[in-house]
């Protein structure tokens, strides 16, 4: 099936979002949807589509899978709670990192995320809860890269010929797929979601497991949330596209307090882009990226070498996995 793009220009939210809401009522009837919140622009939005759609009949859920930013499990869903959206904590960390375990090829990674997210969380969701339908914000952009091979999303099932139903008992619904991010957020303003949502920068299906080079581990992924989070800090004020840490395999020779330290790597990627088909690294300043370096060495423990990625989109990809 051809999927015909809406472009940023061409879209009336007001229509859209009839809609869409008339869509997912009728295609959902009388029975139950589930969706997974993680917070981002495109999921907040089917959240809140859905959730005008069908009221009660759509259950959202958090997978927690510890992959994601520091406070963020919290503050979603809280923030949704806020907004009249019940949102059911699930605490699948455990098996997130058994899947992930020894794994270090990106595409084997991401694989792995997508079937335990899919087969072995949601699926027994979608059973215990009796749903027939699976909402998620999958968007054009997405769809675009895993089908020209770029790199395997995790929401991209039907375009690649998975048989949703058969392989994860429900049907999906894409409300969203025919938008890119600009557009998306277009939407998630004109529906009411307050500014740190509608205009919160990207941040990756798989988590902070796409800014992990080599095997994702408990160690690594508290080294690059911090690193996540001091960057995030530091850049908030600057109008940017997206900005993230990203951990290096390898390890590097280093000196604190006048002994050898042999210790990690953290990679600054900032980008500039509209619709993150083509992105640019932005030109910071030298004083931003001096105090990046003296904050991530000096408060995340065992980091000892912080570079800036000056790679433009193509050839670079936006996330490392």
Known sequence: ??????????????????????????????????NAL?????????TMLGHRA?????????????????GETESIVSRFKNLGV??????????????LKGLRDPEEKREAITQTFYKDVFNKIVRNSGAKYLLQGTNYTDVEEAVKGIKR?????????????KEYECKVIEPLIQLRKPAIRE?????????????RPPFPGPGLAARIIG???????????????????????????????ILHEDKV???????????WQVEVRCWDSKDAVMASPTRLPYDILDRLAERITGEVVGVVSVTYNITKKPPLTIEAL
Do not use: W
């Open 215 to 245: 095997e994702v581990t408990l160690e690594k992924v508290e080294i690059v949330r911090k690193a996540t989070k001091i960057v995030e800090e530091e850049l908030r004020s600057t109008k940017i596209f997206q900005c993230l840490a």
């Open 187 to 199: 939407i998630a303003k004109f529906l009411g979601l307050p500014e740190e949502i509608h205009n």
């Open 153 to 165: 999303q995790h929401n991209i099932l039907e375009q690649l010929g998975i048989d949703t139903e």
């Open 54 to 70: 069908l009221g009660d009949r759509l259950k959202t859920y958090f997978i927690d899978n510890g992959l994601m930013r520091e």
């Open 253 to 263: 020779t280093g000196v604190r307090e006048g002994k050898r330290d042999y210790g």
């Open 86 to 99: 019940n949102v059911k904590l699930v605490d699948a960390k455990e098996i997130f990192f058994d899947r």
């Open 38 to 46: 993680s917070g981002g622009v495109d999921s907040s939005t089917v």
């Open 1 to 34: 099936m051809e999927i015909k793009e809406i472009r940023l220009e061409e879209l009336d939210p007001k229509k859209f979002v009839e809609e869409k809401i008339k869509e997912i009522s009728s295609i959902v009837g009388d029975s139950l949807a589930v």
